[in-house]
Nanobody, 121 residues
Framework: QVQVVESGGRLVQPGGTLRLSCAAS????????MVWHRQAPGKQREWVGE???????RYAGSVKGRFTIDIDRDRNTATLEMNSLSAEDTGVYYC???????????????WGQGTLVTVSS
C-alpha cells in the first residue's frame, strides 16, 4: 500500500506565494509521476500540472508561469510553488502519484486527501 499526504495549505493574501508539499510512502519501488489537481468550491476537479521522475513538467494554461512543480526522487516528494495567487486559485489541492510498487507488484496511482488553499484579503 501507498500513502499520499499533502501539506502546506492555508489562508494567503492575493498576490502572495505559497508552497505545497506531497509525500508518498509505502511499498514504492519508484515514482513514475506526481500530479497536482485542485477543486474550487462548486466546481469540478481540474488538473493543475505534473512532474515525471525525469523532472519533466507540464502545467495547465491557467497556472503556467506562476506555478512550479519540483520532485525529490530520493524522498518520494513533490512540491508545488504558487506565485501571484488570486481568488481564482482558491480550492482544495490534491496530489496524485503514479508509482511502481512491490506490494502489490505493478504500477498504480494513489490520491491524497487534499489540502485547502484560500486566497483572500
Amino acid at each position: 500500500q501507498v500513502q499520499v499526504v499533502e501539506s502546506g495549505g492555508r489562508l494567503v493574501q492575493p498576490g502572495g506565494t505559497l508552497r505545497l508539499s506531497c509525500a508518498a510512502s509505502g511499498s514504492i519501488i519508484s515514482i513514475v509521476r506526481m500530479v497536482w489537481h485542485r477543486q474550487a468550491p462548486g466546481k469540478q476537479r481540474e488538473w493543475v500540472g505534473e512532474v515525471t521522475s525525469a523532472g519533466v513538467t507540464r502545467y495547465a494554461g491557467s497556472v503556467k508561469g506562476r506555478f512550479t512543480i519540483d520532485i525529490d526522487r530520493d524522498r518520494n516528494t513533490a512540491t508545488l510553488e504558487m506565485n501571484s495567487l488570486s481568488a481564482e486559485d482558491t480550492g482544495v489541492y490534491y496530489c496524485n502519484v503514479v508509482v511502481h510498487t512491490s506490494v502489490p507488484p505493478g504500477i498504480f496511482d494513489y490520491w491524497g486527501q487534499g489540502t485547502l488553499v484560500t486566497v483572500s484579503s
